[in-house]
């Protein structure tokens, strides 16, 4: 059985810098790709970043969406089966629910959400 669990969400202040964590279990993570969503109140899900697999046919390759593009660093452990997202220069827009997704399409074009298997999420919130 696949499981993807999130942590390391939380409250920040403008500018501050947050490190998600996905614990993925059931898969092997470096047979996949990996991905990072994020949805506001009000919004619909979005891609954030997504990173390919890293079993020798692609080198764990990351992609980002503009908005993230030189603030956000996807990155996976494979010892600890575990993906990451570190989250710098926080901005009030980026509070929402992110979410991993494991096992889509991650090949430097828009990050859909096709992805097959998802966490529950965790909660950023950006505000002073």
């Known amino acids: 059985q696949v499981q993807l669990v999130e942590s390391g969400g939380g409250l920040v202040q403008p500018g501050g810098s947050l490190r998600l964590s996905c614990v993925v279990s059931?898969?092997?993570?470096?047979?996949?790709?990996i991905a990072w969503f994020r949805q506001a109140p009000g919004k619909e899900r979005e891609g954030v970043s997504c990173?390919?697999?890293?079993?020798?046919?692609?080198?764990?390759?990351?992609y980002y969406s503009d908005f993230v593009k030189g603030r956000f660093s996807i990155s996976r452990d494979s010892a600890k089966n575990t993906a990451y997202l570190q989250m710098n220069s926080l901005k009030l827009e980026d509070t929402a629910v992110y979410y991993c997704a494991l096992d889509g399409f991650c090949d430097g074009g828009d990050i859909d959400a096709r992805y097959s298997y998802w966490g529950q999420g965790t909660q950023v919130t950006v505000s002073s």
């Open positions: 059931g898969f092997n993570l470096d047979y996949y790709p």
């Open positions: 990173i390919t697999s890293t079993d020798g046919r692609t080198d764990g390759r990351a």
